[in-house]
C-alpha cells in the first residue's frame, strides 16, 4: 500500500509535560516522516503513512504518552496528500483563542535526583528538572508553553544544555525551564544583610540555623514557606508567636516515606497520594507526636514529602528528619511570592531569607486533601492541580464564577470545561482582593476567555459579590448550597433532580438569614428546601462564631430561662462575669442576635458546652477538636427525630442529661457525631419516599469531617442510594464557583431555548 498524508489533532494536558519530545521520538521509531507542534489547541502532528502505520501511531501514543500527560481527544484525519521529509519539531503557533491545557506544577523526578549526583554540570543543582518534571504553572506568562513565554526567558542556556534541549536522544529535549549550576538561576541566602551565594555555605547555614531553633523562609515553587524544626517545641512556639498563628496546626514535611510511617499511620491510597508527582500536604491520623507545638494536641498531621530538588538537598545536611513547612505569608493574607515582598513580610519572622532568581508568575500554595473510603477529598486545590481544566457536559463559555467569601476561588468557562482558579483565600483584606483580581486577568489572558455573564452567590456583602457588580456585565445570583450540590452535580455530570445535603457553617439563604443545615431537592437550574435544622441566634454576630461558648449560652438560655446559672457550667468559669452579663442581657432583650441554622454553629455549642473549646482561634478549630474527641466504637446516637425543622434544643438537652450522668466527653462526641449522620439518613430516606428520587449528592464544610463523611456514605449506599461527593474541587467554598459556573450554564441555555 502505498503512503498517505495524516493529520492528527490531540487535545488534553499534553503542553509542559514532553509530549512533542514524546512523539518526535516515536516518530523517529517508526521511522514516519513529519512534523510536531503545539498551538493553542494542544499538539497538532502530520505524517506519511500506510493506513494501518497511522491507526498503530494512534494506539502508541494513547498507550505510551508521558506520565503527567493527560489525553482527552486524538483525531486523525486523511489530509491532502504532501511530501514530507524526516521528522521535526516546528515552532509554536498562537492562532486560536480554543483551550489549551497548562500542565500544573509537577515534583522533581527520580531520575532528575539521580542526574543531581552524577551530572557534573547539575551536581546539587537546587533547580534542576527535565520534560517529566519541574515549575510549569507557576512560571507561565502566556501559552504556547515556550521558554520564551515563562519567567525563564532571561536565563539563556550555556552550550551544553542547548546541547540537550536540542537532542531529540536527552530526557531534556525540548524542557522549557531545563537550566544547571552554569546558566539557570541561583539560590542565596540573606541573613541581617549578610549574603550567602556559594550553595555549600548556604545548605550548611540553613542546616545550622534549623537545628538552633531559628526560623528560615524558603521560596518555593509557587510561593514563601517558613520552617523550623518540628521536633523543636520551642522554635516552633516561636514561628506561631512570630506569624500570629495562634493554634492552627502545621503542616510538616518528612525526610523520607519510612521516616513519616514512624509518626503517622498511612494506608495504600494515602502513601499513593503523598508519593505523587503533584505531592500534596496529605491529613495523617498520628502514631507518635513530633514537637507538641505542631498540632496542639489535634490527633491529625499535614504530612508532605520533599518534593523540589532544593527540600531533597536540604535533608541531606539537616539532622532533623521533620520540618515545620507553612505558608509564608502573614495571617490572612495570600503567600508571599517576591524577594521584596520576603524582605519587607517574611523578615520579622524569620532569622534568613532563602531565595532563588527566577520569578514566580503564578501565586500557588501548596494543595491538601485527606482520603476517605479509599477516596483522596480535597481541601485544597492549587499546586499540582490548577489550572487543570474539569470538563463539564454543559457549555460555561465565557461566564465568570465569582465564588464566595472564604476560600475563595472563581472559575471561568471555556468551551466545555471550567477553569477552576488557585486557591484564593479569604476575600477580607487588600493584599488577598488585589490577588483575585491579579488571577483573574491572568487566567483569561492564559484561555482566551471574555466573559459575558458573571455569576456570583446571593449575599450582598460579599466582595466576590460587589465585584461581579462591578463588571457590569449580565449577572446570575445563586444561592450558596445550591451552588454546593450543583458544584458536586457538575463533576458527575448529572443534570436532573438529586436529593441535595449541604451542611457548613454559613450561607446566606432566600430568607436572608444565615443557612447552613440544608436538605435540598434541586438541580442544575432550581432548589427547593425540604428541611433544615432549627435557627439559633448569634449573641454578638460573627463574634459568636469565634466565640462559641456565646452560642452554647444561648441555648442554656433557651432551655432554662430565668432559671439558668451560668455558675453551674464549667465551660463558663474562665469566661469574665462582665462578658457573660453582657451576652445574657443580648439574649434576653433579643440585641444583635442574628439566627443562623448553620450546622456548624451547633458544632461549635456542643465543643463550647463539653469545655473542650470555648474560643475558635482559628476557622472551625471547636469542630474539629470535636471529631478529634470521638469515642470510636460508640454506636449510640440521640433519638432526635427527623422533620422540617429539626430541634436542636433536643440534641443539646440529651446531651446535657447525659453530662449530669457523668458519660465521657468522647463517647458524649461519638453519639452527637452519630445524631448528624442517623439525620442524614433519615432524611435521604423521608425526600426518596415523597419524590422518588435516589441519587444524593453531599457538599459543605461538615463533610471534611472524616468521621461522618465516611459513616454517611457508608450507610446511604447500604440503603440503596447512589452517592456522589466532591472529588475533583473541595467540599469546602473553594469549590462553590464551579457549582456557580454549572447553574449559569444551565439557566443561560434553558432561557436561550
Not at 509554536?92 to 552524577?118: F, G, H, R, W
Not at 491529613?283 to 507545638?293: D, T, V
Not at 457550667?569 to 440585641?591: R, S
Amino acid at each position: 500500500m502505498s503512503n498517505s498524508t495524516y493529520f492528527i489533532e490531540i487535545k488534553g494536558r499534553v503542553q509542559g509535560v514532553g509530549f512533542r519530545p514524546f512523539i518526535y521520538r516515536l516518530a523517529r521509531e517508526k521511522n514516519l516522516q513529519g512534523w510536531v507542534m503545539n498551538d493553542n489547541t494542544g499538539v497538532k502532528i502530520k505524517i506519511n503513512a500506510e493506513h494501518e502505520k497511522a491507526l498503530n501511531f494512534v494506539e502508541c501514543i494513547r498507550n505510551a504518552a508521558p506520565e503527567v500527560s493527560y489525553i482527552k481527544s486524538i483525531n486523525l484525519t486523511l489530509s491532502e496528500n504532501e511530501t514530507l521529509e524526516d521528522f521535526q519539531i516546528l515552532k509554536s503557533q498562537n492562532n486560536s483563542d480554543e483551550i489549551t491545557e497548562i500542565s500544573p506544577d509537577i515534583a522533581v523526578c527520580s531520575a532528575c535526583l539521580a542526574d543531581l549526583k552524577t551530572q557534573a554540570h547539575r551536581i546539587n543543582y537546587p533547580l534542576i528538572n527535565c520534560t517529566n518534571c519541574g515549575p510549569r504553572f507557576s512560571i507561565i506568562k502566556d501559552i504556547p508553553y515556550d521558554r520564551h513565554n515563562t519567567t525563564m526567558t532571561n536565563f539563556e542556556m550555556c552550550p551544553q544544555c542547548h546541547t540537550e534541549y536540542t537532542n531529540i536522544l536527552d530526557r531534556r529535549f525540548h524542557a522549557q525551564p531545563v537550566a544547571c549550576n552554569h546558566c539557570g538561576p541561583q539560590y542565596e541566602m540573606v541573613v541581617n544583610g549578610l549574603v550567602y551565594s556559594d550553595f555549600a555555605d548556604l545548605l550548611s547555614k540553613a542546616s545550622e540555623f534549623i537545628r538552633n531553633g531559628k526560623i528560615l523562609a524558603i521560596k518555593g515553587t509557587g510561593g514563601y514557606h517558613l520552617a523550623c524544626d518540628a521536633l523543636n517545641n520551642d522554635a516552633v512556639t516561636k514561628l506561631r508567636q512570630r506569624k500570629f498563628r495562634d493554634a492552627k496546626p502545621f503542616a510538616v514535611m518528612f525526610r523520607d516515606l519510612a521516616t513519616l510511617k514512624e509518626i503517622a499511620h498511612v494506608n495504600e491510597t494515602e502513601q499513593s497520594q503523598i508519593q505523587s508527582w503533584i505531592k500534596p500536604i496529605v491529613l495523617l491520623k498520628e502514631r507518635i507526636s513530633l514537637a507538641p507545638a505542631v498540632t496542639l494536641g489535634l490527633n491529625t498531621i499535614g504530612a508532605m514529602l520533599p518534593y523540589m530538588p532544593f527540600h531533597h538537598l536540604l535533608f541531606e545536611v539537616l539532622k532533623t528528619p521533620a520540618i515545620v513547612l507553612t505558608s509564608g505569608n502573614r495571617a490572612n493574607e495570600p503567600i508571599v511570592i517576591s524577594e521584596r515582598e520576603a524582605e519587607n513580610k517574611l523578615g520579622p519572622i524569620a532569622d534568613a531569607i532563602i531565595s532563588y532568581n527566577r520569578d514566580i508568575n503564578n501565586r500557588t500554595d501548596d494543595s491538601v486533601l485527606f482520603v476517605a473510603n479509599g477516596k483522596p477529598r480535597l481541601i485544597r486545590r492549587s499546586r499540582g492541580y490548577v489550572p487543570r481544566p474539569i470538563a463539564l457536559d454543559l457549555n460555561p463559555d465565557n461566564i465568570l464564577a465569582t465564588g464566595g467569601e472564604l476560600k475563595n476561588t472563581f472559575s471561568l468557562g471555556k468551551g466545555r470545561n471550567a477553569i477552576v482558579s488557585p486557591f484564593i483565600g479569604d476575600l477580607e483584606n487588600m493584599e488577598t482582593t488585589s490577588f483575585f483580581e491579579h488571577s483573574l486577568q491572568h487566567l483569561k489572558k492564559l484561555f482566551r476567555v471574555h466573559p459575558e455573564m458573571v455569576v456570583c452567590d446571593m449575599h450582598p456583602g460579599y466582595f466576590s459579590t460587589k465585584f461581579a457588580e462591578s463588571t457590569e456585565l449580565p449577572m446570575v445570583k445563586v444561592q450558596h448550597h445550591h451552588a454546593h450540590i450543583a458544584s458536586v452535580m457538575a463533576e458527575h455530570h448529572l443534570d436532573e433532580k438529586v436529593i441535595g445535603i449541604s451542611f457548613d457553617g454559613t450561607g446566606y439563604g432566600v430568607d436572608g438569614k444565615i443557612w447552613g443545615s440544608e436538605y435540598l431537592v434541586c438541580d442544575l437550574n432550581e432548589s427547593k428546601r425540604y428541611a433544615h435544622f432549627d435557627y439559633m441566634k448569634l449573641p454578638g454576630g460573627d463574634k459568636a462564631i469565634k466565640e462559641p461558648w456565646r452560642i452554647a449560652l444561648w441555648l442554656l438560655y433557651k432551655l432554662k430561662g430565668d432559671s439558668f446559672k451560668p455558675n453551674e457550667y464549667q465551660f463558663l468559669y474562665t469566661i469574665p462575669a462582665e462578658h457573660i452579663q453582657l451576652v445574657l442581657q443580648m439574649v434576653q432583650k433579643d440585641l444583635n442576635c442574628p439566627e443562623s441554622c448553620g450546622a456548624g454553629r451547633l458544632f461549635d455549642a456542643v465543643a463550647a458546652l463539653l469545655n473542650i473549646c470555648t474560643i475558635n482561634r482559628y476557622e472551625a478549630e471547636a469542630p474539629m477538636r470535636l471529631e478529634a474527641l470521638i469515642a470510636p466504637k460508640v454506636t449510640d446516637y440521640y433519638p432526635v427525630p427527623f422533620q422540617s425543622s429539626i430541634a436542636v434544643t433536643q440534641i443539646v438537652e440529651l446531651i446535657l442529661d447525659d453530662m449530669v450522668h457523668g458519660i465521657s466527653k468522647s463517647t458524649i462526641s461519638a453519639k452527637f457525631h452519630n445524631t448528624i449522620i442517623q439525620l442524614f439518613l433519615e432524611g435521604a430516606k423521608s425526600i426518596r419516599s415523597e419524590t422518588g428520587i435516589n441519587k444524593i449528592a453531599l457538599s459543605g464544610g461538615i463533610f471534611q469531617n472524616r468521621y461522618i463523611l465516611e459513616r454517611t456514605e457508608n450507610l446511604l449506599l447500604e440503603d440503596g442510594f447512589k452517592v456522589y461527593t466532591n472529588l475533583q474541587v473541595p467540599m469546602n467554598d473553594g469549590g462553590i464557583s464551579l457549582g456557580q459556573l454549572a447553574i449559569a450554564a444551565k439557566r443561560r441555555t434553558i432561557s436561550c431555548v
